[in-house]
């Protein structure tokens, strides 16, 4: 018990095989991560902005019709 048996060695090249081979998986899931972090803050920062004041002029004509 303790040390590592050929099963115990397999099991961690078979995952290290699924998790770095082929053409960096990681890294595209890190990038479609990055993705949406940064859509989801643009979400957040377009919600924030306030509306479009109203021009001076048109703040005028409707208290005058008041």
Known sequence: MGGLS???ILILA????VL???RGKISDLM???AKGIR???KGLTE???????????E????????
Do not use: C, T, Y
């Not at 919600?47 to 004041?53: A, G, L, N, R, Y």
């Open 6 to 8: 050929i099963w115990h």
């Open 14 to 17: 078979l995952v290290a095989v």
């Open 20 to 22: 770095f081979g082929g």
């Open 31 to 33: 990038g479609d991560f």
């Open 39 to 41: 859509s989801f803050r």
């Open 47 to 57: 919600d924030e902005q306030p509306k479009s004041i109203s021009s001076p002029s």
């Open 59 to 66: 703040a005028n004509k409707d208290q005058a019709a008041h």
